[in-house]
């Protein structure tokens, strides 16, 4: 079965800075695809970015970028120039094989101080 | 809808209740998932459906919980006899075909069984 662990409940960042949040995940799969949501207190799941298994290049979506290293099946995100509307939970996500649905980690809480 | 739609926002029910949860994807989609967020967790999966078909029901946590979704549009999730543990969020998502289209996310329904 595949697991996706975020081993950092928790991560702070000042207004402008950057973070980087972890993600590993566990898979026999060769296609797949990996995801970051965002899920402020409205609930609204949000998708951030979506990297695909077979593609070599970090994905990257304006102040959000994806540290992807296949073999070590890790899957960072890092958000540059944090802002205060940047503040939720993030949670990783992965799909793969021949299965649609979205297998999720734990969650991070992010807070962004001002 | 510009978005997906559930509804009731907020359900609280007695134990042992019968409760229906409603799902309005967006116009269109071709998939459409439910997941269980239990509080401080990440979602999980319950069951898929494409179109009216229901073709993954794995995630279900018992026979208490029942979804369908007749007309291949609007989806209820219903689970009979409720029970504590049964308290969580309940989020749906739509999708259009194919495993690289994105998954919108409704607002959620906040089940609390009292």
């Known amino acids: 079965a595949q697991t996706v662990t975020q081993s950092q409940p928790e991560m702070s960042v000042q207004e402008a800075e950057t973070v980087t949040l972890s993600c590993t995940y566990d898979?026999?799969?060769?296609?797949?695809?990996l995801f970051w949501y965002k899920q402020p207190p409205s609930r609204q799941m949000i998708l951030v970015i979506r990297?695909?298994?077979?593609?070599?290049q970090n994905a990257t979506e304006n102040r959000f970028s994806v540290n992807f290293q296949k073999a070590a099946k890790s899957f960072s995100l890092k958000i540059s120039d944090s802002q205060l509307g940047d503040a939720a939970m993030y949670f990783c996500a992965y799909s793969g094989g021949s299965n649609y649905k979205l297998t999720f980690g734990k969650g991070t809480l992010l807070t962004v101080n001002p | 809808g510009a978005g997906v739609s559930q509804s009731p926002r907020y359900k609280v029910a007695k134990r042992g209740q019968d409760v229906a949860l409603r799902c309005d994807p967006i116009s269109g989609h071709v998939s459409l998932f439910w997941y269980q967020q239990a509080l401080g967790q990440g979602p999980e999966f319950l069951t898929y459906?494409?179109?009216?078909?229901?073709?993954?029901k794995s995630g279900l946590p018992s026979d208490r919980f029942f979804a369908e979704r007749p007309e291949g549009s609007v989806s209820t999730l219903k689970i009979q006899r409720t029970q504590q543990e049964d308290s969580a969020v309940y989020l749906c998502a739509s999708s259009g075909q194919g495993r690289d289209t994105e998954a919108f996310f409704g607002q959620g329904t906040r089940l609390t069984v009292v």
């Open positions: 898979t026999s799969e060769s296609d797949y695809y």
């Open positions: 990297q695909e298994a077979y593609k070599q």
């Open positions: 459906f494409q179109n009216e078909a229901q073709l993954d």
